[in-house]
Each structure stands twice: as structure tokens, then as C-alpha cells.
């Protein structure tokens, strides 16, 4: 009987720890900083990165944590039985004209 197969890592061809990669790809997307910043950053903490490799690891893997993103947050969310939201509309004076203005807002504001 064949045993079953570990699916692929997707960081199997990258010489950086998987850590190190999340963490660059965080700090570009968290923060509004440049490439350059972020390459700046992990310089100063021993980490030498050119920023080519943060736009790089942030094309390949961005997406991929951005869905786990999404993902933990729909389970967080489904355990909330009375999780509840209401829209805020107005009308504002902006420069003499009337604007509508809308926002939701979920139980947590």
C-alpha cells in the first residue's frame, strides 16, 4: 500500500527560511514602505535581502497569505452566532454641496 504523499511546500526551492520570507512579505504589505525600506530594514536586523528579492517573494507569495488571511478570518467570524452589522449613512456639507456619505459597521465598530 503506498503511503500518501506530503503536499508540496511551496518554499521547497528557496534557500530562506520560510519565517524569513513571511516576514518580508508582511513588513512590505503591512507598512506602507518602499522596497528599498524594506531591503533597509532587514539590513539593520542581519538580514541581507535586495529589494528585488522582497518584490519578488511578495508577487510569488502575497497572494498565497493573503488568502490564509481571508480564510482564518471567515472561521473566526463563523463562530460569532450574533455577529451583526448596521450601515452609518449622512448627508455633509463638503465645500457647500451636499454629499452622501455611507460606511458599514459590524459589531466590533
Aim: hydrophobic share 40%.
Amino acid at each position: 500500500m503506498p503511503r500518501p504523499r506530503k503536499p508540496a511546500s511551496p518554499f521547497r526551492y528557496f534557500r530562506s527560511s520560510p519565517e524569513v520570507i513571511r516576514l518580508v512579505v508582511m513588513l512590505y504589505v503591512r507598512f506602507p514602505i518602499s522596497l528599498r525600506n524594506v531591503e533597509d530594514l532587514l539590513s539593520e536586523r542581519g538580514i541581507n535581502v535586495c529589494h528585488e528579492t522582497v518584490r519578488h517573494w511578495w508577487n510569488r507569495f502575497g497572494p498565497m497569505f493573503a488568502a490564509d488571511i481571508r480564510r482564518q478570518r471567515i472561521s473566526r467570524m463563523r463562530g460569532f452566532r450574533h455577529w451583526r452589522w448596521h450601515l452609518d449613512e449622512m448627508y455633509v456639507r463638503v465645500n457647500g454641496e451636499m454629499v452622501y456619505l455611507w460606511r458599514a459597521v459590524d459589531h466590533e465598530g
